[in-house]
T-cell receptor, first 112, second 112 residues
């Protein structure tokens, strides 16, 4: 089944404890992206990747890192999480930028 | 001015009604436009891409007005199942064409 998977789906952590949210797609898509969704602010792009080893900043990259070593994986790294990074995170992929973006199920993160 | 602006609604309409949403964007270099639908606490899913000549998919019609920098979505013969949040999405254009910006979303509730 073609899909985008994210892990974990739910995470509670404490300020400063490094964490990684994984994202994987099995559709051989070139484009992958991370978003956060907050009430009243909508979906905001954190980082995106046009292909392997090619990443770029979205609208809200501060406090996040990404890597794209393989086509299928695009992990999101929070080196030192803070409470203002409490949010719902979505990973998405598409064959190309202009193609349909397929979203993962989301990861709910709470930073205490 | 926000890069992408939508009327947040909510729009409450009876079944069978016709409803239209508008979305304005500020970057004249933008080239790609989409409408996504998001159900409560779920991931967004592509509803339709928006082409310069306008396009239709069943009860849904999307239009693009480059001169005025807005896109629209028209839903005819509304169904209860159309209740959702509708998100317009625009790419940045230029050297940042991989960057996607979402509007805050328009909430639609269709009632019996």
């Amino acid at each position: 089944e073609a899909q985008v998977t994210q892990n974990p789906r739910y995470l509670i952590t404490v300020t400063g404890k490094k964490l990684t949210v994984t994202c994987s797609q099995n559709m051989n898509h070139e484009y992958m992206s991370w978003y956060r969704q907050d009430p009243g602010l909508g979906l905001r792009q954190i980082y995106y990747s046009m292909n392997v080893e090619v990443t770029d900043k979205g609208d809200v990259p501060e406090g996040y890192k990404v890597s794209r070593k393989e086509k299928r994986n695009f992990p999101l790294i929070l080196e030192s999480p803070s409470p203002n990074q409490t949010s719902l995170y979505f990973c998405a992929s598409s064959l190309t930028l202009l193609g349909t973006q397929y979203f993962g199920p989301g990861t709910r993160l709470l930073v205490l | 001015r926000k890069e992408v602006e939508q009327d947040p609604g909510p729009f409450n309409v009876p079944e069978g009604a016709t409803v239209a949403f508008n979305c304005t964007y500020s970057n004249s270099a933008s080239q790609s436009f989409f409408w996504y639908r998001q159900d409560c606490r779920k991931e967004p899913k592509l509803l339709m891409s928006v082409y310069s000549s306008g396009n239709e998919d069943g009860r849904f019609t999307a239009q693009l007005n480059r001169a005025s920098q807005y896109i629209s979505l028209l839903i005819r013969d509304s169904k209860l199942s159309d209740s959702a949040t509708y998100l317009c999405v625009v790419n940045a254009g230029g050297t940042s064409y991989g960057k996607l910006t979402f509007g805050q979303g328009t909430i639609l509730t269709v009632h019996p």
